[in-house]
Structure formats: structure tokens, C-alpha cells
């Protein structure tokens, strides 16, 4: 089970962390992740890290989002620094734990102009 939590109301340039808590006992072995939705358009990955902490990030929040993990709190996190509207979707966070691919319910982010 995953529970994230962090979205909000923030205006243009401002910052967001999201956070997403994992249940189980086999956090620190598997890859972790953010996707994003916005309204009409499908869901994309944002960030990925791995077990070993190899991050992949979308060329859109390159250098402004910055995924993390701690895995004695089976938690990851998303950094969001200099927010832009285009930001704004509902945020899911993602567990891979090979064959399995669980999701969590979204939080929604919204960047105002």
C-alpha cells in the first residue's frame, strides 16, 4: 500500500514536497517512483529511483525536481522546486517490485500563475 501526501496550491516558481510512505516489508529492494496526470492527457513518469539510488527524471523537471529515498522509513520523496503551471496533474507514486507494479491514490498539485 502506498499514501502520498504533499500536494497543494502554490504559485508560479514556488516549491512542493511530495511524500509517499510504502508498506511491506521489501521497500529497500524495490524502484520507486513519481507520474503525474494532467487533465486530458495521459500519465507520464516524472522521476524513477532504484534500489541501488540510480535516478531517471523527465526532461521537463530536469533540474528542478529532485526524487529521493529513505529506505529505513520506506518513504520517497519529490522534491519540487521552481513550479510552473504546466506542473499542475495529480501525482501518483509508483512501487516496482518485480513482476508487481503497485500505485498509489494521487495527490493533486496545482501551480497558479
Known amino acids: 500500500q502506498l499514501q502520498a501526501f504533499g500536494g497543494g496550491l502554490v504559485q508560479a516558481g514556488g516549491s512542493l514536497r511530495l511524500s509517499c510512505a510504502a508498506s511491506g516489508n521489501n521497500f529497500r529492494i524495490t524502484t520507486m517512483g513519481w507520474y503525474r496526470q494532467a487533465p486530458g492527457k495521459e500519465r507520464e513518469l516524472v522521476a524513477i529511483i532504484t534500489d541501488f539510488g540510480s535516478e531517471n527524471y523527465a526532461d521537463s523537471v530536469k533540474g528542478r525536481f529532485a526524487i529521493s529515498r529513505d529506505n529505513a522509513k520506506s518513504t520517497v520523496y519529490l522534491q519540487m522546486n521552481g513550479l510552473k503551471p504546466e506542473d499542475t496533474a495529480v501525482y501518483y507514486c509508483?512501487?516496482?517490485?518485480?513482476?508487481?507494479?503497485?500505485w498509489g491514490q494521487g495527490t493533486l498539485v496545482t501551480v497558479s500563475s
Open positions: 509508483y512501487q516496482h517490485f518485480a513482476p508487481r507494479s503497485y
